[in-house]
């Protein structure tokens, strides 16, 4: 019995160690989700309620349903990602200022859709000690909103100062109004608002979406640690696609390779649907069939990453299916490469997202003119071949919350990603005005050179009190870098059957 003793010990330490270590880091989620919600309450005040609810599960076909995402306000403050929970802030509450909601469990449909929180799990996941059922969410707001005692828990002593607010017609009902799927429909947190409104009276409504965005643009420490690793996971994926990519591919496989590392280091899922474009789906910038073998020759394209614990990062890299970028191929991805280094040049506290921007644009409008791309750098014509902006904030979404023209400081997440697309088409659909004949004429050579060539440059940007750190560093960026590693691929003879 000895020998299989000592192969099991280390075994048993390192469930051990992995043990610990999760529930390190559920404490540690635990302690940032109280720290968030302190800081919102804060900005609610004493006088002011938080209704915070889940999203609602998406439709895919009958009844099916897609694969369920939280809310990331209601996520950012609680940590859980069961649909059907409600957050309720109450900050002058005397000491039950957090009341969470949850499903009741039912074994029945457990055994259908899979476990159910119990109110002592969500306690321990979330940090709050008031969890009550989601049956009981109506009823309690009834309550508070009428100065009525909900159960011994939430009397009128607890909640008096909401109370009293409501009665002078001070209190304020904040909720995140994010907007509707529809232009004419309302979201869900709408339709509540103007449910309460009709119903109640005493108090005010108010747009919590702006508190939740000055919260949620300087990340914690934690949220910084989750966003690394994500990150790093999807770092490595690219570099999965990159080894994957071969002349007589399909852009399929390179998709699978990429997002097989997600699923494969823990990750929830992708943070956005995977764009893999060769050829000239490289210059449609949202790419979404991966559907084409790839030639030998072309650039490929890839626009992926993962979502990790609910932090997004954003990584793109464009490179040669064969290996090596041929000289027209150069031209253009030494001009975005250079963008994207000008714009980290600006990115440091106090500068915008728009400063970057604007940077980049100048970069390309000087590397456009010089290829005769466009013939005139003081106006729009580079909007032809440079359709979108060069930064985002990246966090729990991808495209996360803020403005670009607010002041960046430490904390901020945010990528960089300038690109250069040369369709015919863009010349095409120019109307037919003698200034724009004169132009296609002037550049009608130059595109036809560099036609189909897409390319786009993306990293994802911590900013430190120490200055910029780029967190995508480890995949290769550089045309000297890329054509390195592509060499080192393993040999593949033919692409994938169908």
């Known amino acids: 019995m000895m020998p299989s003793y000592r192969l099991r010990r280390p075994l048993c330490l390192l469930l051990l160690l992995l043990s610990a270590a999760a529930t390190a880091s559920a404490g540690e989620l635990s302690d940032d989700l109280a720290a968030r919600r302190a800081r919102m309450m804060d900005r ?3 006088d002011g309620m938080l209704i915070v609810t889940s ?9 099916v349903t897609y694969e369920y995402r939280q809310s990331s306000n209601l996520y950012y403050l609680t940590g859980i990602a069961q ?11 005397v ?3 957090e009341i969470l909601f949850v499903k009741e469990r039912n074994p029945e449909r457990e055994h259908w859709t899979g476990h159910l929180l119990s109110r002592d799990e969500a306690t321990a996941r979330s940090g709050v000690r008031t969890v009550l059922s989601t049956s009981q969410f109506e009823p309690f707001l009834a309550a508070m909103l009428t100065g009525t005692a909900f159960g011994n828990d939430l009397d009128g002593t607890e909640a008096a100062h909401f109370f009293a607010a409501l009665t002078a017609g001070r209190a304020r009902i ?11 429909a309302l979201s869900p947190s709408q339709e509540m608002v103007n449910q309460l409104r009709s119903r109640y009276a005493g108090f005010q409504t108010l747009d919590a979406a702006p508190l939740f965005t000055d919260l949620r643009l300087v990340k914690t420490p934690y949220e910084q640690k989750v966003l690394t690793r994500a990150t790093e996971i999807s770092a490595e994926a690219q570099m999965a696609g990159m080894r994957a990519a071969h002349p007589g591919a399909y852009e399929y496989e390179v998709k699978a390779s990429i997002e097989a590392v997600h699923r494969g280091r823990g990750a929830l899922s992708w943070a956005y649907p995977s764009i893999v474009g060769s050829g000239p789906n490289a210059t449609i910038l949202h790419y979404p069939e991966a559907e084409r073998q790839m030639q030998a020759g072309e650039l490929l394209l890839v626009d992926a990453a993962c979502n990790y614990q609910y932090m997004s990062p954003d990584i793109t890299r464009t490179y040669p299916v064969s290996g090596t970028f041929t000289a027209v191929q150069k031209d253009i991805y030494a001009i975005v490469l250079a963008a994207q280094d000008e714009g980290i040049k600006v990115a440091r506290p106090d500068a915008s997202l728009l400063a970057i921007h604007n940077r980049t644009v100048e970069v390309i409008k000087a590397g456009l003119l010089k290829l005769g791309l466009i013939t005139d750098t003081t106006g729009d014509q580079y909007k032809m071949w440079y359709t979108h902006g060069a930064s985002h ?17 430490p904390g901020m997440t945010f990528v960089i990603e300038p690109g250069i697309y040369i369709r015919q088409a863009a010349l095409e659909a120019l109307p037919r005005t003698p200034e724009n004949l004169a132009l296609i004429e002037k550049i009608g050579p130059a595109v036809k050179k560099y036609a189909d060539i897409g390319v786009r440059v993306e990293d994802s940007f911590l900013l430190e009190e120490s200055g910029l750190k780029r967190l995508s560093a480890s995949v290769p960026r550089t045309i000297d870098e890329i054509e390195a590693f592509m060499q080192q691929r393993p040999v593949r003879s033919s692409g994938g059957a169908r």
């Open 95 to 97: 000491s039950r200022k």
């Open 55 to 63: 999203a609602p599960p998406r439709l895919y076909s009958l009844d």
């Open 174 to 184: 904040a909720v995140p109004l994010d907007a509707g799927g529809l232009k004419e």
């Open 44 to 46: 609610i005040g004493a």
């Open 393 to 409: 904030y990246i966090g729990m979404d991808v495209h996360d919350v803020g403005e670009r023209t607010r002041p960046l400081r």
């Open 83 to 93: 649909e059907e929970t409600m957050l309720v802030l109450m900050p002058g509450n």
